[in-house]
Nanobody, 124 residues
Framework: QVQLVESGGGLVQAGGSLRLSCAAS????????MGWFRQAPGKEREFVAA????????YYADSVKGRYTISRDNAKFTLYLQMNSLKPEDTAVYYC?????????????????WGQGTQVTVSS
């Protein structure tokens, strides 16, 4: 099973930036598509962004498109999420996820491994 550990969350003012990182276990990082999801209090977990292993293709939720950038460093077995122009509605616990396929998905049920989450709070 993939082990995923997120870091980089915190408190930031609206308009600010944060970069989340997700460190994966080397043995099962290669060949896996990865993604970021988030869950705000009282809401369901929602898709944020994903990246293919196969061709590096990226996908974003409409709510973050143009503000967030997902990337991966395969030499470091690490996934990133650069978040700019943050808004109070971006406040949530952000989760890193991996699926045993080289192709991404926006469905949480397609991802079999999850990190513990990191809190992002955006103040107005």
């Amino acid at each position: 099973q993939v082990q995923l550990v997120e870091s980089g969350g915190g408190l930031v003012q609206a308009g600010g930036s944060l970069r989340l990182s997700c460190a994966a276990s080397a043995r099962t990082y290669s060949g896996y598509a990865m993604g970021w999801f988030r869950q705000a209090p009282g809401k369901e977990r929602e898709f944020v962004a994903a990246i293919n292993w196969s061709d590096g293709g990226t996908y974003y939720a409409d709510s973050v498109k143009g503000r967030y950038t997902i990337s991966r460093d395969n030499a470091k077995f690490t996934l990133y999420l650069q978040m700019n122009s943050l808004k109070p509605e971006d406040t949530a616990v952000y989760y890193c996820a991996s699926r045993t396929s080289p192709w991404s998905s926006a469905r949480a049920t397609d991802f079999g491994s999850w990190g513990q989450g990191t809190q992002v709070t955006v103040s107005s």
